[in-house]
């Protein structure tokens, strides 16, 4: 009877089948088996990448996003990866997309644009370990993208040009308010400024008038009779100059008026 072998590489597992089978599984080495009878079938058990296409998710306020998801998967039970599950690959991809939909299905979109960390620690707990039911692990998952639909970008797009326009429409207020507020009170700084300088020309100007009139009114208490009668007898001279011909003076000075030179050239000349 003749006999085959077949080599099972490094990080594979080999399963022996007889008449279709599975009898047991071999590790990585030669391995003999009968032809016709047998087979060894290899299943690698190292790390697989898997990109899982762009699918629409609808979020809680009806927003329709197109996710795009990567992740890093390895088998870890050969038996169950390969005999349990047609295809446990796109089992797996299921499972993913079923709990992606659920997880972003309870946020807002914008909640859900701005969460993608939280959405991959979601879902990476959400699935854990697969071995179990697909004999695979999950190592790590990843949203690459989340994508409004077009109309929602375009409406997005116009909030925003409105939320800038806005800001800077309350900026330039702002702005003008400031500059107003500026004038205004440089021009009030100004004015109190000039009312106090003028108050301060007014009280010095007071202050002098005030020292003339206590000077005079001190030299005058300090004057005798003879200093009034002297200013009597100069004005007695200014009024003999002139064309006036009317004297007021009082009574108890009209007896002593002709003892004055000026008065008497001025009743002489009449």
Do not use: C, W
Not at 138 to 153: F, G, H, K, M, Y
């Amino acid at each position: 009877m003749a006999i085959f072998f077949k080599i099972v590489p490094q990080n594979n597992r080999g399963l022996v089948e007889t008449l279709g089978k599975y009898r047991n599984s071999v590790e990585p080495g030669i391995h003999f088996y009968i032809p016709f009878f047998q087979g060894i079938k290899k299943v690698s058990l190292a790390m697989n990448p898997l990109k899982l296409p762009n699918y629409s998710v609808i979020t809680k306020d009806n927003a329709d996003v197109s996710a795009s998801v990567t992740l890093n998967y390895h088998v870890t039970d050969a038996v169950k990866y390969e005999y349990e599950n047609t295809d446990s690959v796109e089992s797996m991809a299921q499972l993913v997309r079923g709990h992606l939909r659920d997880i972003i299905g309870r946020m807002d979109l914008n909640e859900a644009l701005g969460a993608t960390a939280r959405i991959n620690q979601e879902l990476a707990t959400a699935i854990g370990d697969l071995t179990n039911t697909y004999g695979i692990n999950v190592d790590r998952i990843n949203i690459d993208e989340l994508t409004p639909s077009r109309a929602i970008q375009e409406a997005m797009d116009k909030q925003l040009t409105a939320d800038r326009e806005r800001v800077a429409t309350i900026a330039q207020a702002e702005g003008e308010a400031k500059s107003i507020e500026l004038t205004t009170k440089a021009k009030n700084d100004a004015i109190m400024a000039t009312a106090k300088a003028e108050a301060d020309a007014t009280k010095s100007r007071a202050d002098a008038e005030k020292y003339r009139i206590d000077t005079v009114q001190a030299g005058l208490r300090e004057a005798d009779d003879k200093y009034f009668q002297n200013q009597s007898i100069n004005a007695f001279s200014d009024l003999a100059k002139s064309n006036s011909n009317t004297i007021v003076v009082s009574s108890d000075q009209v007896a002593s008026l002709g003892q004055i030179p000026a008065v008497g050239k001025l009743l002489n000349s009449h």
